[in-house]
T-cell receptor, first 112, second 114 residues
Framework: SQQGEEDPQALSIQEGENATMNCSYK?????LQWYRQNSGRGLVHLIL?????REKHSGRLRVTLDTSKKSSSLLITASRAADTASYFCATAPGGGADGLTFGKGTHLIIQP | DAGVIQSPRHEVTEMGQEVTLRCKPISGHDYLFWYRQTMMRGLELLIY????????DSGMPEDRFSAKMPNASFSTLKIQPSEPRDSAVYFC????????????FGPGTRLTVT
């Protein structure tokens, strides 16, 4: 079953604008991760935020986590054409289990 | 490092045939995961191994699916007999330390069962 649900399902913006994607989940988590998938390729890990963290930055990426609302957001600043991809949130459950549960993703298109 | 290696990249087979997908994890990684991706169901965890031992196979859809990891550098996912609804992209991923951290994905095998 899908734990994370991304919103929106698709997003199209102009190059240089910021892109924000949201993720909601249902059960307690150990951490939440964001991955990128380019068309026809495997997933690439972007950033991990632990359940006791509220915000994390990595380059042009900013992730927030609100465990009380069971939600996370991924912000990509100053978007580039190369950012065109699908973005997935994945949750690692509490209790020490190792498998990740992925949402269905947000398809981001950056218009040049 | 070459990353996670999967073969074949594409597989087309007829219903009823046996299909074997292969994966070589990143050297030194203790965890190996098999996922399936479809438009309808998204990415689903099928099974994962720790130190070559299957830990959780609750995501394996049916007895037609089986996975093995005979050594630290090789794993297989077998479907016998295959059905059209098995058509999907199958990903292998590996991780070090604890699996619920960053996972490194292979390029996937696109399986089409006709």
């Amino acid at each position: 079953s899908q734990q994370g649900e991304e919103d929106p399902q698709a997003l199209s913006i102009q190059e240089g604008e910021n892109a924000t994607m949201n993720c909601s989940y249902k059960t307690s988590i150990n951490n939440l991760q964001w991955y990128r998938q380019n068309s026809g390729r495997g997933l690439v890990h972007l950033i991990l935020i632990r359940s006791n963290e509220r915000e994390k930055h990595s380059g042009r990426l900013r992730v927030t986590l609100d465990t009380s609302k069971k939600s996370s957001s991924l912000l990509i600043t100053a978007s580039r054409a190369a950012d065109t991809a699908s973005y997935f949130c994945a949750t690692a459950p509490g209790g020490g289990a190792d498998g990740l549960t992925f949402g269905k993703g947000t398809h981001l298109i950056i218009q040049p | 490092d070459a990353g996670v290696i999967q073969s074949p990249r594409h597989e087309v087979t007829e219903m009823g045939q046996e299909v074997t997908l292969r994966c070589k994890p990143i050297s030194g990684h203790d965890y190996l995961f098999w996922y399936r991706q479809t438009m309808m169901r998204g990415l689903e965890l099928l099974i994962y191994f720790n130190n070559n031992v299957p830990i959780d196979d609750s995501g394996m859809p049916e007895d037609r699916f089986s996975a093995k990891m005979p050594n630290a550098s090789f794993s297989t996912l077998k479907i016998q007999p295959s059905e059209p609804r098995d058509s999907a992209v199958y990903f292998c991923a590996s991780s070090f330390v604890r699996g619920a951290n960053e996972q490194y994905f292979g390029p996937g095998t696109r399986l089409t069962v006709t």
